[in-house]
């Protein structure tokens, strides 16, 4: 299972947003239950974050954690719309 994300930053908040989530690697690596954990860049001012779980209770315990937290705290400062979380299931993986 995974949680791709997708963050719009406001004009002129680009790089604080690059920054913020990469700045998020820590607490990502201290989650037991979060597998892998990415930071993207998709476009100019479009971000994201992709992440996979073992199971519902690491989804949980990484959607209720401090990253989470931070993202939720910072968002009306440096995003232009709200986050866009999708909760998949992953069918294949190499």
């Given at each position: 299972m995974c949680d791709p994300g997708r963050l719009e930053a406001k004009t002129g908040k680009e790089q604080e947003v690059a920054e913020f989530i990469k700045s998020a690697l820590p607490l990502a690596e201290q989650e037991a239950g979060t597998e892998k954990w990415y930071a993207l860049q998709i476009g100019p001012s479009t971000f994201g974050i992709f992440d996979t779980f073992e199971n519902e209770d690491g989804r949980k315990t990484h959607l209720?954690?401090?990253?989470?937290?931070?993202?939720?705290?910072?968002?009306?400062e440096l995003l232009a719309a709200d986050p866009v979380l999708e909760m998949v299931d992953l069918l294949a993986v190499k």
């Open positions: 209720g954690g401090e990253i989470a937290k931070a993202l939720m705290a910072k968002a009306p």
